[in-house]
């Protein structure tokens, strides 16, 4: 297929995707939730055949992620489970606006708000790690219709009206949404003692660190890190669950213990090793509801320019210091 041909391609899939994207958010708050969770299976059941090379791609990333422990067959098929929680996940998101307050807290609950409550008391504010599991908008809207005042970090999509629709939708119930340009905004909020929501998932096309995601080296955002050593905000996990029942449960954990020294570069790096490894332990626990479409070992150590002023875990830690900043006890996280 020449170049020319296969950018038709993409932009094909992008006219045809946005079309339906935008037809959804119309008409699917007219569906009661069970035809509305059909409806999203479907879409995940046909979403492989409508575009096979993003298939392909996430059967190879599970593929690289577990290695021997997963043959082709296998990481195919959780391939069509994880569109098939996608399409799920899709139709919740846009259902969002068109739900009341009280619907939303009878059908999604957030659970483990006194390790919130321990980290508020500080008085630095608390960083929301989470990550693109179970449907994460959901943990958004039941952030912002909490005691707790939540800013979420957003990235913009590439088409400006797909930015404005998701905007609206997070902002329908209380979540306020911030850029991930705006640094200074969101040490404002942490400043404010309030709650900031972080995606720690992402591939890095400008990476802070790489660090070891499933054994490989991923570019990673150290802006989590970064803001919390810079304004003593705690990091806490969240990540949310679809139960069996069609229900969410938004999960607070322990706080990630923090590293505090003289180095940086150093601390930047292991905190976000620990953030790192708190998501991997949660996917490996549930990989079918993880979002695998992030690409997550896209940018590689290789590809990246004056490769050496970025810390790298498999470069700059013995296997030992590794090992040595992974085991804290979150326990003693105010300790460390």
């Known amino acids: 297929m020449s170049i020319l041909s296969l950018r038709y391609r993409r932009q094909c899939e992008q006219r045809i995707g946005k079309g339906a994207l935008m037809l959804l958010s119309r008409v699917v708050h007219c569906l009661p939730l069970a035809q509305a969770?059909?409806?999203?299976?479907?879409?995940?059941?046909?979403?492989?055949r409508i575009s096979p090379r993003h298939f392909r791609r996430i059967v190879n990333d599970i593929t690289l992620a577990f290695g021997d422990a997963k043959p082709s067959s296998a990481s195919a098929q959780l391939a069509r489970q994880v569109y098939v929680q996608l399409g799920m996940s899709l139709i919740?998101?846009?259902?969002?606006?068109?739900?009341?307050a009280d619907e939303i807290r009878d059908w999604a609950h957030l659970e483990g708000t006194a390790h919130l409550e321990a980290a508020l008391a500080r008085g630095n504010g608390v960083i929301l790690l989470t990550a693109h599991?179970?449907?994460?908008?959901?943990?958004?809207?039941?952030?912002?219709?909490?005691?707790?005042?939540?800013?979420?970090?957003?990235?913009?999509?590439r088409d400006t009206a797909i930015t404005n629709l998701f905007t609206r939708i997070r902002e329908a119930h209380g979540l306020k949404v911030v850029p991930m340009t705006d640094v200074r905004n969101c040490i404002r909020v942490l400043k404010r003692n309030?709650?900031?929501?972080?995606?720690?998932?992402?591939?890095?096309?400008v990476p802070g660190v790489f660090v070891q995601?499933?054994?490989?080296?991923?570019?990673?955002?150290?802006?989590?890190?970064?803001?919390?050593?810079?304004?003593?905000?705690?990091i806490v996990p969240i990540f949310d669950e679809r139960l069996p029942d069609g229900s969410h449960v938004c999960r607070l954990g322990a706080e990630v213990p923090p590293h505090h020294s003289d180095d940086r570069d150093r601390d930047l790096l292991?905190?976000?090793?620990?953030?790192?490894?708190?998501?991997?332990?949660?996917?490996?626990?549930?990989?079918?509801?993880?979002?695998?479409?992030?690409?997550r070992w896209k940018t590689r150590p290789e590809d990246v320019p004056n490769p050496e002023r970025i810390p790298m875990e498999h470069r700059d830690?013995?296997?030992?210091?590794?090992?040595?900043?992974?085991?804290?006890?979150p326990a003693n996280a105010s300790t460390c």
Request: charged share 20%; glycine share 8%.
């Open 194 to 205: 309030e709650c900031l929501g972080v995606l720690g998932d992402l591939n890095a096309r």
């Open 317 to 329: 830690l013995t296997p030992a210091e590794a090992a040595a900043a992974l085991s804290v006890d």
């Open 213 to 234: 995601f499933f054994g490989h080296p991923a570019a990673t955002y150290a802006g989590a890190a970064y803001l919390a050593r810079t304004t003593g905000a705690a």
């Open 133 to 157: 599991i179970g449907n994460w908008e959901v943990c958004g809207t039941v952030m912002g219709l909490s005691p707790y005042p939540t800013t979420a970090i957003a990235r913009e999509q």
């Open 92 to 100: 919740e998101f846009l259902r969002l606006p068109f739900m009341s």
């Open 270 to 295: 292991i905190m976000t090793m620990r953030c790192q490894r708190v998501i991997e332990r949660e996917i490996r626990r549930r990989p079918q509801d993880w979002f695998w479409q992030v690409a």
């Open 37 to 48: 969770h059909a409806l999203g299976r479907l879409l995940g059941r046909l979403a492989p």
